[in-house]
């Protein structure tokens, strides 16, 4: 897509920088890598006020230019490199109009790499009622650029943002108010002519953070380091002065610019909830409380909606088998593809219920409640307050909460929490889950207003979060480093969620699961569908002789009795039988048959791949109308030696635990390796969690059987 100008939004976290980017780019948006990096990027696109395409980067949240972790660093590695596919014609950075003397340090620091910036001050009606008044018009004059009042979350201010970026020259007009020079003269001189940069920022930068920058040939690094060495810089010092002459400087900006008449009132209404919500005692139980709602409501709320779904896929595939021509395309499609895509498509309403939720945490600022509350947890476990986001998470996605671990700086502390935030229960389980909860759990409510099904499913979710604290516990002795770690963050103010945001999450969510696991579930289908529809020709040759000749005889077996059996036998005697044969003796102390064992070998794709799986081995193997839905085939299944049902209370549990700790996730395979730049990690990873699956698996069958 083409553009006019390129815009970079820059901001401290929790400054609404994100929700303006969604704002400003709609569903117009794409992720991908920064270059070389494995960082995500989120790029957009959006219609200025005068016509021009603009290209929208957002830039991950850093509260300064020196970088406390990978993600931090790519902030100034893409300001500063003309080179780079991001660098901006203009820096859009995001403040908090509540904490504006805070949030000023960072512009202060992107200003003095002289590109041309327009100051969004964000959260302006929020500050009006905590008592906060600021004089834009008096601070864009002292600032030397264009600053607007925006609120993000109520969509206001967005037009004149617009109409300033449009207006924004591409010569900077910023008012330099710091001058590093005078830190380090000498050191910074040699620095800019090694360099070839006339600018004094960039280069105290560069001698500050030169090791870990991406930009820079090898030539150049040892050069700066030979500066740095020559000079004594030592960094920790002069990245003090700066930050005191900064704010030294930001104190006389802000005189008479910010008045603040309502400071005592500020936070008392977060400080008031949160002596609730972050209580040693009352705020484990509300989070568990909050907890049980989402998965009661993910089970009440979706049980319609699942039915019309499950009901059309069911139509549809008679419609078809009614209408098309015969043949083995038409079986391919409705058997294969269909049934398989159905298996997927009916846990949509289960899939944005639960984002919803999510979403609606994030937003009022309550996840960041539970993260604190469970950081004194986690370090008796060996593990920082920092892993707390990523296995959070992971209750989404282990993919994105794994890369997210780069802001873990202890590199003990980074592998224990990618080693152990796969084992926390993400969305691909959840179709699992449900679908086997509701299988053998009743649709009932115990004490009368807890529904089982989803005291059940909160079970599932809080066992594979206790096993990943349990995992990470041994591993803290088995995996030595010197380095501490710390955690700090800030609780942002308690806020109504933006619904359109929450809207938006639930849609890209969802059409994220659908397209992901779509891509994974077609090729699986079809493979699945060839390989249980043919197999060694002499074995259904001779089921074919078999069964004319019982039709010959003309007894009372009804045909109908004759085609279901003729068709679970070549299925059991066709490739994909083969195989569910072949692992079946390694699966069968488990409770697990062989078609069961197909589904867990096609799950190593993806884990929502069961349920595809499931609807296509039962597509091929025949069955009554009255049984036609996936659930209805799978509560009917008998087990052919003893002539029980396949599924009992036994054989489920143990396969939900067996999806619950196993590995089953090569997409999760491959991020490891790309994190953790070693074969050691995935591969250990892959196997002590398919060791704890079978283990779990098999004392649970063993107990309940």
């Known amino acids: 897509m083409g553009r ?25 948006q794409k992720i991908g890598n920064f270059p070389g990096i494995t960082v995500d990027k989120k790029v957009g696109y959006c219609k200025l006020n005068n016509g021009k395409q603009a290209e929208v980067v957002d830039l991950p949240g850093t509260y300064s230019l020196y970088p406390k972790s990978r993600d931090e660093s790519i902030v100034f590695q893409v300001l500063a490199n003309k080179d ?22 960072l512009y202060s620091q992107v200003a003095d790499l002289k590109l041309p910036v327009v100051l969004a001050l964000n959260m302006t009606d929020m500050a009006k009622k905590e008592g906060i008044e600021i004089d834009v018009d008096k601070l864009s004059e002292r600032l030397g650029i264009q600053v607007v009042s925006i609120s ?60 870990t920058l991406d930009i820079l040939s090898a030539d ?30 930001l104190g006389t900006v802000l005189t008479g610019i910010v008045k603040d008449t309502g400071a005592a009132k500020k936070f008392v209404f977060s400080d008031k909830i949160d002596a609730v919500l972050t209580n040693k005692f009352w705020g484990f139980i509300i989070f568990i409380g909050i907890l049980f709602f989402i998965f009661n409501s993910i089970f009440s709320w979706s049980s319609y909606p699942m039915e019309l779904i499950e009901y059309a896929f069911v139509w549809l595939t008679e419609y078809g088998h009614q209408h098309l021509p015969e043949g083995l395309l038409t079986n391919l499609f409705l058997d294969g593809i269909v049934a398989g895509l159905g ?31 469970m950081d004194k947890i986690m370090r008796k476990f060996g593990l920082s307050g920092k892993s707390v986001v990523p296995m959070i998470g992971s209750l989404a996605c282990a993919v994105p909460s794994i890369m997210s671990a780069r802001n873990i700086e202890s590199w003990k ?92 999450t639930m849609y890209e969510k969802s059409k994220t699961f659908v397209v992901e696991a779509g891509k994974v579930i077609i090729a699986i289908s079809i493979i699945l569908w060839v390989m249980a529809t043919y197999g060694p020709s002499d074995r ?32 059991e005697n066709s490739y994909a039988g083969i195989l569910g044969h ?63 049902p396949v599924f009992t209370f036994a054989t489920a549990f143990s396969l939900m635990l067996f999806y619950a700790f196993a590995m089953q996730c090569m997409s999760t395979v491959a991020v490891v390796y790309r994190e953790t730049k070693s074969w050691r990690w995935p591969v250990t990873q892959l196997v002590y969690m398919t060791a704890l699956a079978y283990m779990a698996s098999l004392i649970a069958y063993q107990l309940l059987k």
């Open 84 to 105: 780079n596919s991001s660098y901006p014609d203009v820096v859009v950075l995001v403040v908090d109009a509540t904490n504006l003397r805070r949030n000023l340090l």
């Open 413 to 504: 502390d980074r592998i224990i929490t990618i080693m152990v935030s796969p084992l926390v229960s993400c969305s691909a389980r959840l179709p699992v889950y449900t679908l086997l909860i509701g299988l053998v759990v009743p649709e009932k409510m115990v004490w009368g207003f807890l529904n089982l099904q989803g005291l059940t499913l909160m079970g599932m979710y809080l066992i594979s979060i206790v096993a990943a604290v349990l995992v990470a516990f041994v591993m803290n002795f088995l995996i030595k480093a010197k380095e501490k770690s710390y955690f700090i963050m800030e609780l942002p103010v308690y806020r109504m969620p933006r619904w359109s945001n929450v809207a938006y």
């Open 343 to 373: 298996g997927v498509v009916i846990f949509i309403p289960q899939i944005a219920i639960l984002f919803a939720f999510i979403s609606i945490l994030e937003d009022t600022g309550y996840m960041a409640r539970v993260t604190f509350m």
């Open 220 to 249: 150049v690094k040892a050069g700066v380091g030979t500066i740095k060495k020559e000079h004594h810089f030592e960094s920790s010092k002069l990245q003090a002065a700066e930050t005191i002459a900064r704010y030294r400087y």
């Open 4 to 28: 006019d100008i390129k815009i970079a939004l820059v901001g401290n976290p929790n400054t609404g920088k994100s929700t303006l980017f969604n704002l400003l780019t709609g569903l117009n």
């Open 582 to 644: 072949a692992i079946e003796p390694a699966i069968k102390p488990l409770g697990f048959d062989w078609k069961i064992g197909i589904a867990l070998i096609t799950s190593f794709a993806a884990r929502e791949a069961f349920v595809g799986t499931m609807a296509t081995i039962y597509s091929v193997d025949g069955g009554d109308e009255e049984v036609a839905t996936i659930r209805n085939k799978m509560r009917n299944a008998k087990n052919a030696d003893t002539g029980l």
């Open 152 to 211: 993000a979350r109520s969509n206001s201010g967005l037009a004149q943002l617009k109409e300033a970026i449009a207006h924004t020259t591409a010569i900077p007009t910023q008012v330099a108010g710091t001058d590093v020079h005078v830190l380090v003269p000498e050191a910074i001189d040699e620095a800019k002519s090694l360099l070839k940069t006339d600018n004094n920022y960039f280069a105290l930068q560069v001698l500050h953070q030169y090791e």
């Open 540 to 571: 259904f040759v001779e089921i074919d002789k078999k069964y004319e000749a019982i039709e010959a005889q003309k007894d009372s077996v009804q045909v109908s009795t004759l085609e279901r059996d003729r068709a679970a036998e070549k299925l």
